[in-house]
């Protein structure tokens, strides 16, 4: 599965972007709504951490503490796209941004280890 994410750029603090995630190359037997979705992040000098998750059908999402209320995660499966909306945008949130799918459970769509596939990362600046 081949994840290109995009939408990255620098913006001042208290504003908005939003993220793009489009897959693609799918097992056979799979399709993009096999899949559980993710966005991770990580900031310079700091190790990568948990930002949204959404099961396949999209009735089901999770937010980190620091994003939650500011950030929406969507997918549409028709396109094989999934979206990161961030809003009220912070000092702390730059950093690179990757998509990621995997099969995660439930209990663990906050970890890195369940998602087998990565994208390359989008970079989020966001200055004062």
């Known amino acids: 599965v081949q994840l290109q994410a995009s939408g990255g750029g620098l913006v001042q603090a208290g504003a908005s972007l939003r993220l793009s995630c489009a897959a693609s190359?799918?097992?056979?037997?799979?399709?993009?709504?096999?899949?559980?979705m993710g966005w991770f992040r990580q900031a310079p000098g700091k190790e990568r951490e948990f930002v949204a998750a959404?099961?396949?059908?999209?009735?089901?999402?999770s937010y980190a503490d620091s994003v939650r209320g500011r950030f929406a995660i969507s997918r549409d499966n028709a396109k094989n796209t999934v979206d990161l909306q961030m809003n009220s945008l912070k000092l702390e949130d730059t950093a690179v941004y990757y998509c990621?799918?995997?099969?995660?459970?439930?209990?663990?769509?906050?970890?890195?280890?369940?998602?087998?596939?990565w994208g390359q990362g989008t970079l989020v600046t966001v200055s004062s």
């Open positions: 990621a799918a995997g099969r995660p459970a439930l209990s663990a769509v906050d970890q890195g280890r369940p998602y087998r596939y």
């Open positions: 190359g799918f097992p056979s037997g799979f399709s993009f709504s096999s899949y559980g």
């Open positions: 959404i099961v396949w059908a999209g009735t089901r999402t």
